[in-house]
């Protein structure tokens, strides 16, 4: 039997959802989406300590979505956890709903920083793992960063204080797919190698497969028992994950499907929404 069932049904789910909503809103980005939903149905499923309920507990363990681009999945983890219904899903990027096109913390039960403008997420997230430290709280902070975001000079800043404060509450994924809006990586600008860079910045590197449940939980145990340094995973991953014409293919960063394309996709993935 594998342990991870439940969490792969989830992640099949988030996957499904992402496709649904992004259709009806007619925009968005579904290739740096679907690359993440295994990371966050680990974090929201099984590793964080957060209450649905209480969505700002101050005892709760943080996220922080630095690459708000990637909102859907966000949502769609956060609407599978119980945050709000799964009906809310279809409102994505409708004027006055909850769910806009970037995260807002104003605006969305479960979402603990607005992010979008590139970079920033990470330099807030730093906050956050640092006031812990300072009131002597035991949460930690995870963030999820980009490729074409780790090109962003608050980036490395960001990266530099946390080493100095040695923030050892924080761990950051990086959704290392290799493509952004405009190419790969090595076409627009070469961020290779990037585990020397952080470990140069005073990191813990841990190097997984992003789609592997049991490669993630291995991560993230051991960037827990890491003492007086922050941790980063670099998560090698497949942009439009899932989807078999989405996958690897830049054209998906930003651009919604249409109701024929999100039927194939759907068919691919195995079913409709609030499965």
């Known amino acids: 039997m594998d342990k991870y069932k439940d969490l792969e049904i989830i992640a099949k789910n988030m996957r499904i959802n992402i496709i649904n909503m992004l259709k009806e809103a007619k925009s968005g980005h579904p290739g740096g989406s679907l690359s993440a939903c295994e990371i966050l149905a680990a974090l929201y499923f099984k590793e964080m300590k957060i209450d649905p309920k209480n969505p700002d507990w101050v005892d709760r363990d943080r996220f922080v979505l630095s690459k708000g681009h990637a909102a859907p999945v966000l949502y769609a983890a956060l609407a ?45 997230a730093n906050g956050m793992a640092l006031a812990g ?58 961020i290779e190698p990037i585990d020397e860079k952080f470990k140069s910045f005073g990191w813990h590197v841990i190097k997984i ?23 980063i995973i670099v998560a090698k991953t497949i942009k439009g994950k ?30 409709g929404i609030n499965d």
Do not use: C
Not at 82 to 111: A, C, I, N
Not at 153 to 181: C, K, P, R
Not at 219 to 231: F, Q, T, V, W
Not at 248 to 267: C, R
């Open 80 to 124: 599978e956890k119980g945050y709000f219904p799964k009906e809310e899903l279809m409102e994505l990027r409708k004027v006055d709903s909850m769910l806009q096109g970037h995260p807002d913390m104003k605006g969305t039960p479960g979402v603990d920083m607005t992010t979008g403008s590139l970079g920033q997420g990470l330099a807030a």
């Open 209 to 231: 497969d992003g789609h592997s449940f049991e490669e993630i939980f291995k991560a993230l145990d051991e960037a827990k028992n890491i003492k007086g340094k922050p941790s």
């Open 133 to 190: 430290k300072m009131d002597k709280k035991d949460y930690r902070v995870y963030t999820l960063i980009g490729d074409g975001e780790s090109q962003e000079g608050i980036i490395w800043e960001a990266a530099m204080l946390a080493s100095h404060y040695q923030l050892d509450n924080i761990t950051v994924f990086l959704d290392h797919n290799g493509l952004q809006i405009d190419g790969t990586n090595l076409e627009v600008m070469n």
């Open 242 to 271: 899932g989807v078999s014409f989405m996958e690897d293919q830049v054209d998906w960063h930003g651009k919604a499907p249409t109701e024929e394309e999100a039927l194939k996709a759907i068919d691919e993935l195995g079913g």
